[in-house]
Nanobody, 123 residues
């Protein structure tokens, strides 16, 4: 499965961005999906995940109430809607696919990764 993340850019604090991640195969619809991010000089961290059906979502405390993960299996795409962005959200954002219906919060849980898209939030 190839994953293509896009939608990153430069935004002012308080602004919004939506990151789509398109998958190359229809088997995407059977996979749990996740978003991770890595800021300069920091380790990669879990942001959000969604089950194969979209019925359950999970996100890390630092983005609760601001970020929403969703998916459209008909379009083989998962989204990360980011609102009320803060400078500390600045990072490269990666989408990842897990060949399981269950989500995970560790990078080791995921089998396929996109190339990343840069999000920069200015103060």
């Amino acid at each position: 499965v190839q994953l293509q993340a896009s939608g990153g850019g430069l935004v002012q604090a308080g602004g919004s961005l939506r990151l789509p991640c398109a998958a190359s195969e229809r088997t995407f619809r059977y996979y749990a999906m996740g978003w991770f991010r890595q800021a300069p000089g920091k380790e990669r961290e879990f942001v959000a995940a969604i089950t194969w059906s979209g019925g359950r979502t999970y996100d890390t405390d630092s983005v609760k109430g601001r970020f929403t993960i969703s998916r459209d299996n008909a379009k083989n795409t998962v989204y990360l809607q980011m609102n009320s962005l803060k400078p500390e959200d600045t990072a490269v954002y990666f989408c990842a696919a897990r060949t399981s219906s269950r989500v995970g919060s560790s990078g080791d849980d995921y089998n396929y990764w996109g190339q990343g898209t840069q999000v920069t939030v200015s103060s």
